[in-house]
T-cell receptor, first 116, second 116 residues
Framework: AQSVTQPEIHNTVSEGASLELRCNYS??????LFWYVQSPGQGLQLLLK??????LVQGIKGFEAEFKRSQSSFNLRKPSVHWSDAAEYFC??????????????FGTGTQLKVEL | EAQVTQNPRYLITVTGKKLTVTCSQN?????MSWYRQDPGLGLRQIYY???????DKGDVPEGYKVSRKEKRNFPLILESPSPNQTSLYFC???????????????FGEGSRLTVL
């Protein structure tokens, strides 16, 4: 069965510092991988996704993620964090249903706090 | 503006009193889904629908019903709510068309339900 693990429940960084949020997955086939961000009181917004090809993917708001098949990981990074990046971040693995459609399995999320 | 709209955004109810959370999308998406979000558990899928009159159970369907009579609407029904259904609920949609299926789910802003 597919699963997604985000080891850190919370992560605190100083504004301007670099950020890395970890995500590991268990899936039998080539995964589709996503990072979503949830700001307080809001729904989830797609940050970036990996389907195939270049293993380093760029997303919105200056985020990037690198797919490493050998480590079953898809870690999210940002070189310099802004106070507005404080939010909850979810990694997700896409399971393709018979007949099409997307069933995302989400990690438990990492709450990011940014210290000024 | 492309969006997924949920109502109500906040609701406090009592055990056993039937309620419906509505979800509507204006993007002509075939696929719609309901998730519940609980602390430490991430997002878990309740039900999903591939198209009109086609629905199926997700990971945590007990105590919920759905219907898909129109393409744009996908209401979530709690026939006899219980306190363990206190949660934050999200509706999401995506396109199944090959030309439009980017793998991205579009989320509503969430409905916070409290069952006393």
């Amino acid at each position: 069965a597919q699963s997604v693990t985000q080891p850190e429940i919370h992560n605190t960084v100083s504004e301007g510092a670099s950020l890395e949020l970890r995500c590991n997955y268990s899936y039998g086939a080539t995964p589709y991988l996503f990072w979503y961000v949830q700001s307080p009181g809001q729904g989830l917004q797609l940050l970036l996704k990996y389907f195939s090809g270049d293993t380093l993917v760029q997303g919105i708001k200056g985020f990037e993620a690198e797919f490493k098949r050998s480590q079953s990981s898809f870690n999210l990074r940002k070189p310099s964090v802004h106070w507005s990046d404080a939010a909850e971040y979810f990694c997700a693995v896409d399971f393709i249903l018979t007949g099409g459609g997307n069933k995302l399995t989400f990690g438990t999320g990492t709450q990011l706090k940014v210290e000024l | 503006e492309a969006q997924v709209t949920q109502n109500p955004r906040y609701l406090i109810t009592v055990t056993g009193k039937k309620l419906t959370v509505t979800c509507s999308q204006n993007m002509n998406h075939e696929y719609m889904s309901w998730y519940r979000q609980d602390p430490g558990l991430g997002l878990r899928q309740i039900y999903y629908s591939m198209n009109v009159e086609v629905t199926d159970k997700g990971d945590v369907p007990e105590g919920y019903k759905v219907s898909r009579k129109e393409k744009r609407n996908f209401p979530l029904i709690l026939e006899s709510p219980s306190p363990n259904q206190t949660s934050l609920y999200f509706c999401a949609s995506s396109s199944l068309l090959a030309t439009k299926n980017t793998g991205e789910l579009f989320f509503g802003e969430g409905s916070r339900l409290t069952v006393l």
